[in-house]
């Protein structure tokens, strides 16, 4: 357990960093494989960097040999949903080719626990809400669908080849270490918390809202915003359980309290003290009206709380963008 190696993949973007500071905190050594696609190199901050890219064997392999470790978080991935629809080329030669290939590096490593960062955008349209782990998944876009792929992959591999993983479906990952040495920062960026901190910062013109007709409380659509150093936790849980020969199993991270998007704008103004311009327009294709998790099961497997609210997800977020110049 705590003292052992971890392999962070993907571990110098968003979540996978902020993964690396839990680990290291819990006594854990984590190491980062990543190719700096959209990774940055400061954000490696927490043990030694390996560069890499997933969908090249030998190089995992070579890794794999050198730092033995005894378990796999993996966070590599192309994310935005829209690129996804330009090129689903890309998404399925990294996503699924990629994962495929680091799977079948683990498996010849003898890795005994292997976590993987799936989504919400896996169930596609809610049926019901909140939503829970049995929820029929039909992913509406690539990135959706790439993501599934490997969860059935999994599935099969824990079923037919005794290799175990915990699939964890993250909500809308949020907020910043509360130190603010690391911080989302994706490009392009397309979350809602950014563009919004963004255009109080005055770094863009304002922030549009995609629809305000919705059947909601307001009108806006309502997400699940979740602690960045919340995932990183269960993370950190969900190796432990493999460690301690958890069976295969998937779980939703959110809080399962929902937010709308009108809410999450006067909260920002509320922290920020800057009012913004925001401009309403029409509904955008894919979008769900509400998608708030049910997270029982994750507190019952893991553990897990989330402990983290949103306005301290606002305050570490506001802490990180206002303090950096990385636009
Ligand atoms: N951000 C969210 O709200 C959210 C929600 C649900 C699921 N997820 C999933 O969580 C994971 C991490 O998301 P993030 O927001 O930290 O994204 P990110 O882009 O910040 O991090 C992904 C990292 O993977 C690296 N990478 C990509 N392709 C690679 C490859 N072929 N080989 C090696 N490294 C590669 C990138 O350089 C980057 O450092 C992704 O798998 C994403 O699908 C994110």
Not at 93 to 115: C, H, M, P, W, Y
Request: charged share 20%; glycine share 10%.
């Amino acid at each position: 357990m705590a003292g052992e190696t971890v392999l962070v993949v993907g571990g110098a973007g968003y979540i996978g960093s902020h993964t690396c500071l839990d680990l290291a905190n819990k006594g854990f050594v984590p190491v980062v494989f990543d190719n700096f696609s959209n990774g940055h190199r400061e954000f490696v901050k927490w043990g030694p960097v390996e560069e890499g890219d997933i969908r090249d064997r030998a190089r995992l392999d070579e890794v794999l040999a050198k730092h033995k470790p005894a378990a796999i978080l993996h966070f590599a991935a192309l994310i935005e949903v829209g690129e996804s629809v330009k090129d689903p080329v890309a998404f399925y030669e990294n996503n699924v080719v990629g994962t495929l290939t680091l799977l079948a590096a683990a498996q010849n490593a003898g890795i005994k626990a292997f976590v993987f960062s799936s989504t919400c955008a896996t169930y596609g349209l809610p049926q019901t809400v909140p939503l829970d782990e049995g929820h029929q998944q039909v992913p509406i876009n690539p990135y959706g669908r790439t993501k599934h792929i490997v969860e059935q992959a999994l599935s099969d591999y824990a079923q037919y080849t005794g290799f175990r993983s915990v699939i964890l479906r993250y909500f809308n990952a949020a907020g910043a270490d509360f130190e603010g040495r690391i911080g989302e920062w994706h490009q392009p960026e397309t979350h809602a918390i950014p563009l919004a901190i963004d255009a109080a910062l005055g770094r863009r013109q304002g922030f549009k809202v995609f629809g305000s007709d919705y059947d909601t409380r307001d009108g806006t659509c309502v997400r699940d915003y979740i602690h960045v150093l919340d995932l990183a936790d269960a993370h950190v849980r969900a190796v432990e359980y493999l460690l301690r020969g958890g069976e295969s199993i998937a779980l939703n991270l959110g809080t399962g309290t929902g937010t709308t998007v009108k809410e999450l704008l006067s909260a920002i103004e509320e922290v920020s003290e800057r009012p913004f311009p925001v401009e309403y327009v029409g509904r955008r294709e894919g979008d769900s009206t509400t998608l708030v998790a049910n997270n029982d099961k994750a507190r019952e497997i893991l553990g897990w709380v989330p402990k983290h609210d949103l306005s301290q997800i606002i305050r570490s977020a506001w802490n990180w963008h206002s303090k950096s110049n990385h636009h």
